[in-house]
Every structure is written in C-alpha cells, then in structure tokens.
C-alpha cells in the first residue's frame, strides 16, 4: 500500500517560482476521479497566501471548478489584483495537465477599528464528540481522501440510507500534522457529503460546481487542535442540482467559516 501523503508534507513540498506554485497532488487525495475539491481550494489559497503575505486574514473565496484535477502536479498561477489600505483582491487559476481546473477570487481585509459591538454566532447543540463513535474508513467504497480526516457523525443520515433529513453535523479532525486554521476552515467546509445524499436509497454522485465561503475571525484567532465541527443545511434540490448551506466550527465552539455551495448530483 502507498503510504498517505498528510496535507501538512503535500503543502510543505511545494514549489514556488514566482506567481507560479506547483504541488503534487497524491492518489490518496482523491475524490473519484478528480482530487477532492476541498484540497483544490486549499491548493489555491496557500499559492494566494504566498503571494499576498501573511499580514491580512482571508475574508472570502469563490470557487468554481471548471475540470477534473487527478493525481500528479497541479499549478497555480496567481494575480493580486488590488491591494489598497485594508482590503487585497487576488486570483488564482489551478490548471492539470495543462488545462484550467479551477478558478479562485479571494478577498482578504486587514482588522479595522469600528464603534459597532462584536458578534458571533452560537453553536448549536448536539451530541458532543466522544459520544458518537468514528465513522471507519472503507477501502473501495468511501472517497479516497477520507483517510485524512477523522469523521463523526452526530447528526443527520449517512449516505444511500434513503432517509428524510435535510441537515447534518460532523465532528472533524485532520489526521497527521496541524496546518493553519485558515485551510482547516476552508477543507472542512467541503468535507461531509450533502444532506441530499442520505435521501437516497441507492448509489447516487455529487460534485460541487461553484463554492462561496466567508471566513470569520475564528478562522485565523482559532487554535486548529481538537474536534472540529461542520453543520450542512439543504436549501434546495431540484433538477439534479442541490443548494447547501454550512457552516464550520473550530474546537472552542467560535464560527470560523460559513459556506454555500451548488452540488450537481447525478443518479
């Protein structure tokens, strides 16, 4: 057996050659037969860190992934757009095998002072982590990069059970090395697989086609040890297309990204 690349060594081997970052992407990332789309974004956003510097949080990405990514090098090529007093706007484009995969729109904004008071949301309730048991890894039959994540389900129904629920939450951690919290908020968000598919009672695929995610200060205050949490609401689903909101928890119970996302699904 391949022994797992953890994401922490995939970014760390990285090559930088200006705005140009190749990774090498593992078969162990996989979702199918295109690497899974929480990786890709992830991919993005370290080249677009590299190249805007570490001074401003990520507020926002967009992503729309236009092709398959299979294993082997992936390039990113990136822009900075703008960069004014307190607000950056870069691009990045993922390209395999020569051709464009995914593109990406960040926004990042340095801290302002403000007279408004701060607010955040509250998590919601639910069995907590240790309550439920590990969902195990099943060779074959579950998408390959979920060896890298340590699941929990605490709500809602697993895939093909043919339930009626519209809504899920998972416990979540990344097995091997910590990454910044920044890219666990961003990975996670496209971790758990859509509420759509524990209505279906048989055998059903899903790819995400365009994926707006917000950043919240927890995202880069927030530790990245320990359990995190990812809520999913379906908000539509109708013509082979689902309409999914979610949003990501850090282990201190602070939002760290809310998501929105439109799933194709075939079957």
Same mark, same amino acid.
């Given at each position: 057996?391949?022994?797992? /690349?953890?994401?922490?060594?995939?970014?760390?081997? +990285? &090559?930088?050659?200006?705005?140009?970052?190749?990774?090498?992407?593992?078969?162990?990332?996989?979702?199918?037969?295109?690497?899974?789309?929480?990786?890709?974004? &992830?991919?993005?956003?370290?080249?677009?860190?590299?190249?805007?510097?570490?001074?401003?949080?990520?507020?926002?990405?967009?992503?729309?992934?236009?092709?398959? /990514?299979?294993? @082997?090098?992936?390039?990113?090529?990136? +822009?900075?757009?703008?960069?004014?007093?307190?607000?950056?706007?870069?691009?990045?484009?993922?390209?395999?095998?020569?051709?464009?995969?995914?593109?990406?729109?960040?926004?990042?904004?340095?801290?302002?002072?403000?007279?408004?008071?701060?607010?955040?949301?509250?998590?919601?309730?639910?069995?907590?982590?240790?309550?439920?048991?590990?969902? %195990?890894?099943?060779?074959?039959?579950? %998408?390959?990069?979920?060896?890298?994540?340590?699941?929990?389900?605490?709500?809602?129904?697993?895939?093909?059970?043919?339930?009626?629920? +519209?809504?899920? +939450?998972?416990?979540?951690?990344?097995?091997?090395?910590?990454?910044?919290?920044?890219?666990?908020?961003?990975?996670?968000?496209?971790?758990?697989?859509?509420?759509?598919?524990?209505?279906?009672?048989?055998?059903?695929?899903?790819?995400?086609?365009?994926?707006?995610?917000?950043?919240? %200060?927890?995202?880069?205050?927030?530790?990245?040890?320990?359990?995190?949490?990812?809520?999913?609401?379906?908000?539509?689903?109708?013509?082979?297309?689902?309409?999914?909101?979610?949003?990501?928890?850090?282990?201190?119970?602070?939002?760290?990204?809310?998501?929105?996302?439109?799933?194709?699904?075939? @079957?």
């Amino acid at each position: 057996m391949t022994a797992l /690349v953890r994401l922490a060594d995939l970014l760390a081997r +990285r &090559v930088r050659d200006g705005a140009r970052v190749e990774f090498r992407v593992t078969d162990d990332w996989q979702q199918g037969r295109t690497t899974y789309g929480g990786l890709v974004a &992830v991919l993005a956003a370290c080249a677009l860190r590299d190249a805007v510097g570490p001074a401003r949080p990520l507020r926002a990405l967009q992503v729309n992934f236009v092709g398959s /990514v299979p294993a @082997g090098p992936a390039v990113v090529e990136t +822009r900075v757009l703008r960069e004014g007093r307190s607000v950056t706007q870069a691009q990045a484009t993922l390209s395999s095998g020569g051709e464009a995969a995914c593109f990406v729109q960040a926004v990042y904004g340095a801290p302002r002072a403000s007279a408004l008071p701060r607010w955040s949301m509250t998590m919601p309730a639910t069995r907590a982590a240790d309550a439920v048991p590990q969902v %195990p890894f099943l060779p074959k039959i579950m %998408p390959a990069f979920l060896q890298h994540l340590a699941t929990r389900w605490a709500e809602g129904d697993p895939p093909y059970t043919g339930g009626s629920s +519209r809504h899920s +939450r998972l416990w979540l951690q990344l097995q091997g090395d910590p990454v910044e919290p920044e890219l666990l908020a961003i990975l996670f968000a496209d971790a758990m697989p859509s509420p759509v598919m524990g209505q279906a009672s048989s055998r059903v695929f899903a790819a995400s086609l365009a994926w707006s995610i917000e950043l919240l %200060p927890a995202a880069f205050d927030g530790g990245g040890h320990g359990w995190w949490r990812a809520d999913t609401e379906l908000t539509g689903n109708a013509e082979g297309y689902a309409n999914q909101v979610s949003t990501v928890w850090t282990p201190g119970g602070e939002p760290a990204a809310i998501s929105h996302q439109v799933v194709a699904i075939y @079957g």
